[in-house]
């Protein structure tokens, strides 16, 4: 269920929950508000409903009880695996929901297409395919299409999962400058905690069906609840 969203805030979450049949609840009894301008990085097990969450915030899936508010704001979305068309050129995936969603076709379309793919570093590839470039740059297209639409709030899901070490930098590199220069709304689901830090004003943690926790980079890092610690450190946290 969607509301309109209190002053100052982009999305809010209340007491939210999901559930699959025969599967019983993911998750239950949820809050979250992001406001406007704030990037939170969401991190958590694997398989404890991020993604999950964050389709419902998308609107592509619906809270089974609760309430997921989102302001009149346009959404952008990067997915896990990027969800390219294959049979489409780099220019085509870009102009493509500039036809859809804002009804922008033509010469002026190509432009944005253009301009978009010099942001992102892509410039001068716009005749390849998505199967003609390496993971990284897969990545940076998919982000380049979440962005042209110019949505003032942008979900990323795993941004930069399946990428090594010095790529998945990069790729948090251009997320963060990108969201500076545009003034953007962020929420990131991330497993890695150094872009996480990187990425995120804020962090939360979601948990055994909870969000049990919510802080800065400083305060996540310091936190002495066993369960998070575990999680961010991996190890158990001693008495």
Request: with cysteine.
């Amino acid at each position: 269920m969607a509301e309109s969203v209190k002053p100052g805030s982009m999305i809010q979450v209340a007491n939210a929950g999901k559930r699959f049949p025969g599967a019983g609840w993911v998750f239950r009894g949820i809050d979250l508000d992001i406001q406007a301008g704030q990037s939170v990085a969401l991190i958590g097990p694997s398989g404890g409903g991020k993604s999950v969450l964050l389709k419902m915030i998308a609107g592509l899936m619906t809270a089974d009880e609760g309430i997921v508010s989102r302001g009149p704001a346009e959404i952008g979305m990067l997915f896990q695996k990027n969800a390219l068309f294959d049979s489409f050129s780099v220019e085509e995936n870009l102009t493509f929901p500039l036809k859809e969603r804002k009804g922008i076709i033509g010469a002026e379309a190509r432009k944005l297409a253009v301009a978009m793919l010099e942001a992102v570093g892509l410039a001068g590839n716009e005749q390849l395919f998505p199967a003609d470039l390496s993971g990284g740059m897969q990545k940076r297209l998919g982000i380049a299409r979440a962005l042209i639409v110019e949505p003032e709030v942008i979900l990323y899901d795993e941004p930069t999962a399946g990428l090594d070490p010095i790529t998945s930098k990069k790729i948090a590199d251009l997320i963060r400058d990108l969201r500076r220069k545009r003034g953007s709304t962020l929420l990131t689901v991330t497993n890695d905690m150094q872009r996480a830090y990187q990425i995120g004003d804020r962090i939360c943690l979601l948990t055994q069906g909870r969000l049990i926790h919510a802080g800065s980079s400083e305060e996540t890092q310091n936190a002495r609840d066993p369960v998070i610690r575990n999680f961010i450190y991996g190890i158990r946290a001693t008495a």
